[in-house]
Antibody, heavy 118, light 109 residues
Framework: EVQLVESGGGLVQPGGSLRLSCAAS????????MNWVRQAPGKGLEWVSY????????YYADSVKGRFTISRDNAKNSLYLQMNSLRDEDTAVYYC???????????WGQGTLVTVSS | EIVLTQSPGTLSLSPGERATLSCRAS???????LAWYQQKPGQAPRLLIY???SRATGIPDRFSGSGSGTDFTLTISRLEPEDFAVYYC??????????FGQGTKVEIK
């Protein structure tokens, strides 16, 4: 069974940093691209970042470019999102999602809540 | 950047009725790269349709997708109580990699 479990969310002050993790199991993690998607309270889905299976290709949304860094450790079956210079508008539930074949997310984690507030 | 516009914003229907949700793209989208998701409160999105018309594993056949170019449709033939939720369309590009519509809420009338 495919499972994605996010962790690392919490309350952080504006300007602070946080590192999210996504632990994958039930599939060959190293064969799949991965994405982070976020959802602000009461709002829709916003794609955040993409990383290819070998980490050779990485994309970011303009809203997080230069502040967030996506990475992965295929030996540990884990995906990460390092978030720096956090802003109020980064408050959201952050989901990791497996990329079926560079087109859509076929499996999603349950999400981890990040709250940026003073 | 392709913008996806979903309509209506809210659809009020009764169980057993047919639901028709629209997703319109600002530029032509390859059908291979158009997906639909269902999201219930407090839950992660669930993939329903990929490639514009292919049902994901385990999705009931009352859900169907159609369309091409700039106009895509998700149809729920007969609404079940568990189908009342928010639905998002999504397309894949290079940057941004994924673009989502703003969502359509299907609520009980």
């Amino acid at each position: 069974e495919v499972q994605l479990v996010e962790s690392g969310g919490g309350l952080v002050q504006p300007g602070g940093s946080l590192r999210l993790s996504c632990a994958a199991s039930g599939f060959t993690f190293s064969s799949y691209s991965m994405n982070w998607v976020r959802q602000a309270p009461g709002k829709g889905l916003e794609w955040v970042s993409y990383i290819s299976s070998s980490s050779s290709t990485i994309y970011y949304a303009d809203s997080v470019k230069g502040r967030f860094t996506i990475s992965r450790d295929n030996a540990k079956n884990s995906l990460y999102l390092q978030m720096n210079s956090l802003r109020d508008e980064d408050t959201a539930v952050y989901y990791c999602a497996r990329d079926a074949s560079d087109d859509y997310g076929d499996y999603w984690g349950q999400g981890t809540l990040v709250t940026v507030s003073s | 950047e392709i913008v996806l516009t979903q309509s209506p914003g809210t659809l009020s229907l009764s169980p057993g009725e047919r639901a028709t949700l629209s997703c319109r793209a600002s530029q032509s989208v390859s059908s291979s790269y158009l997906a639909w998701y269902q999201q219930k409160p407090g839950q992660a999105p669930r993939l329903l349709i990929y490639g514009a018309s292919s049902r994901a594993t385990g999705i009931p056949d009352r859900f169907s997708g159609s369309g091409s170019g700039t106009d895509f449709t998700l149809t729920i033939s007969r609404l079940e109580p568990e189908d009342f939720a928010v639905y998002y369309c999504q397309q894949y590009g290079s940057s941004p990699a994924w673009t989502f519509g703003q969502g359509t809420k299907v609520e009980i009338k």
